[in-house]
């Protein structure tokens, strides 16, 4: 089965422009995009692993699918024509189905961002007067119609008239969340610009194998999965891979077993890939971390010239990437907030090709760095406004955007306004333009007063301040001056704690910021929580305001963190083993005392990895057997 099928044409240029002038001599409404996004019907559309095989499914499969179930809604629901129906489900060949299953009996999917709170899907549900949800678990006010009791019997639907609009909610860390509203319309545009993106960046629409594959990371209920990693590559049937958990090893297994050529993610993810592989590289020995930093070193010399830079890659760091992702990756996109340049830059030097992209709920997806130079991609730029967009920057530096791909409307705290796409629409995100390219610097609502009186911008102070030992940091207003806080571990030694501390201290002063920056406030409290994945700034705010921020001081650092690691390792080692914690004792041995297995001392032992951010030697089990053992080696080592 091969998925690279392009209808009879001759190459992918041809083909999406055919099917593009398709699209455009069509009625323009939801039912003509549907037919022509599954039209190349022995395309391959899905797949994921189960167990040792691969499942695989068509556009053509899917096509019956939909039109089965959307039969099965019909007589199932019972709503008139046009009726709002939640989808609250997460990313798998079926939320594809039913998303098109709904439009095609007729109604209008409300895509429940499921990183909200209850009470804030049980309000947009009632700000849209959805009639029904349905629901993969998730039980909800209105109706709830599980999508595994959805029975087809046979019978097919298709609706003359689709559902007239999709609607999709906001992330949630502003103040309000926003439902916005898109007809077929604004989508022809989104996938009109995709086309911009093929024509101006080859890259691209590579393929491997003969196969282009997007990796499901990002939700399709979030605007950035929904259009940049679904609607765009779905249009031009190309195929998607699940990922049936997100523990960092099932992501890399996937990638390297489904051979997946696109991955589009937020920042945190690269982030967490980077850090992780840095880790990697330290463990092997200071030798090869000297070795690999002078091949970023010579990389970013030749960060300007692309054949130059691709030829170095590809010899010099053939090793990271069968160590990360492998050889078939083509395309990578990140978006949603800021990424640290340095990161950026390691994946474009190590021979990957990682672009910064904008978009918003409001607007859909806007730009895409498409320079084929990583010095230009390195800076992160997001590029130039594609086709159906326009950008300006207004006297505040706040980014304006206008053009046929913003939404038809929007609905906030119950009104409704329907949007002006002549006006110009302000994003309220800061940003400079450097030679017809765009860079986010911050949010115009993220700005401090520091006591001199001038703005602080967090988004350009944070990433200075990043010193070995603190987790993360985020700038927040304080009663007088702005206070800076320090996620770190908190079974650090007070001596650990006062080290990091002046270490912070001193890249204060050496970017002129001490005496912007009145506190340092140190949390035990992991930045990001549940699913969020870029700072949410008014929610930690709240949380140190009204004390639910654990502190980590020196005085309680030496009151008893050092007997909490020890009880919380001798509970992770007895949680290992499936034994009460009462029968650990620090000097009990992993193997001869507690009849652990190699299996049960390696799961431990990634464990320990990721909450302490430390490489452990596995190799070092006849060592570190005992809890004392690895207390030691953590208290030594942090």
Request: with cysteine; glycine share 8%; hydrophobic share 40%.
């Amino acid at each position: 089965m091969n998925d690279y099928g392009l209808g009879g044409c001759r190459d992918i240029d041809t083909f999406v422009a055919a099917k593009l002038q398709k699209l455009d001599a069509a009625d323009g409404g939801f039912a003509s995009l549907f037919v022509l996004m599954f039209s190349e019907k022995e395309n391959l559309l899905y797949e994921k692993s189960e167990g040792y095989r691969i499942r695989q499914t068509t556009y053509g499969e899917a096509y019956n699918d939909i039109l089965h179930l959307a039969a099965a809604l019909r007589r199932t629901l019972k709503v008139p024509d046009g009726a709002v129906i939640g989808l609250s489900m997460d990313n798998s060949l079926l939320w594809i189905e039913l998303f098109w299953a709904i439009l095609a009996a007729g109604c209008r999917p409300l895509l429940l961002n499921l990183r909200l709170s209850d009470a804030s899907l049980e309000q947009a549900l009632a700000d849209c007067g959805a009639q029904a949800v349905i629901s993969d678990g998730r039980q909800y006010a209105v109706r709830t119609v599980l999508a595994q009791d959805i029975q087809t019997d046979g019978d097919t639907y298709l609706a003359e008239r689709f559902g007239g609009e999709l609607l999709v909610m906001s992330s949630g860390t502003s103040a309000h969340v926003k439902i916005c509203a898109y007809s077929a319309e604004e989508f022809r545009c989104q996938i009109h610009d995709s086309y911009h993106i093929i024509q101006q960046c080859a890259v691209a629409k590579q393929h491997y194998d003969g196969h282009i594959k997007q990796l499901c990371f990002l939700p399709f209920y979030h605007v950035f999965g929904l259009i940049a990693m679904y609607i765009w590559f779905a249009f031009f049937s190309r195929a998607f891979v699940q990922l049936n958990d997100m523990q960092p090893q099932t992501i890399v297994n996937t990638i390297k077993r489904h051979k997946v050529t696109h991955i589009f993610a937020v920042p945190l993810f690269w982030e967490t890939v980077y850090d992780q592989a840095i880790k990697t590289i330290k463990s092997r020995g200071d030798k090869t971390y000297q070795k690999f930093q002078k091949g970023l070193r010579i990389a970013q010399k030749l960060s300007g010239s692309p054949a130059l830079s691709r030829a170095f890659a590809k010899k010099a760091f053939r090793e990271v990437r069968d160590n990360l992702f492998g050889e078939s990756i083509c395309f990578l996109i990140t978006g949603g907030s800021a990424i640290r340049p340095e990161v950026i830059a390691f994946f474009n030097a190590i021979g990957y090709h990682l672009a910064d992209g904008y978009g918003m709920t409001e607007i859909g997806i806007t730009s895409v760095e498409l320079s084929l130079v990583p010095r230009q991609r390195n800076s992160c730029s997001v590029g130039k406004p594609m086709t159906y967009a326009e950008y300006k920057i207004n006297e505040n530096g706040e980014l304006l955007v206008r053009g046929s791909v913003i939404a038809k409307y929007i609905i906030e705290d119950g009104k409704t306004t329907v949007t002006d796409k002549s006006a110009w629409f302000n994003t309220h995100d800061l940003a400079v333009c450097e030679n017809g390219s765009y860079r986010i610097v911050g949010r115009a609502d993220d700005l401090i007063v520091a006591p001199n009186g001038e703005n602080l911008n967090p988004n350009l102070a944070e990433p200075l301040l990043r010193v070995a030992g603190v987790n993360g940091v985020c700038l927040i207003p304080g009663e007088k001056t702005p206070v800076l806080l320090a996620s770190v571990n908190r079974y650090l030694t007070a001596e650990q704690l006062e080290k990091i501390d002046r270490q912070l201290k001193a890249r204060l002063a050496q970017n002129n910021l001490t005496g912007q920056i009145g506190k340092i406030a140190y949390i035990s409290d992991p930045l990001l929580q549940d699913d969020e994945f870029k700072l949410n700034r008014r929610r930690l705010l709240s949380d140190y305001q009204s004390g639910r921020l654990h502190a980590v001081t020196p005085q309680t650092q030496a009151d008893g963190a050092q007997d909490a690691l020890m009880l919380h390792l001798r509970q992770m080692t007895a949680t290992a083993l499936d034994i009460d914690v009462t029968a650990v004792a620090p000097q009990s041995d992993f193997f001869a005392d507690l009849g652990g297995t190699s299996l049960d001392y390696f799961a431990l032992i990634a464990k320990l990895q990721e909450d302490f951010g430390l490489p452990f030697p596995q190799s070092d089990g006849d060592t570190l057997h005992t809890v004392q053992a690895l207390y030691d080696y953590i208290k030594e080592n942090q």
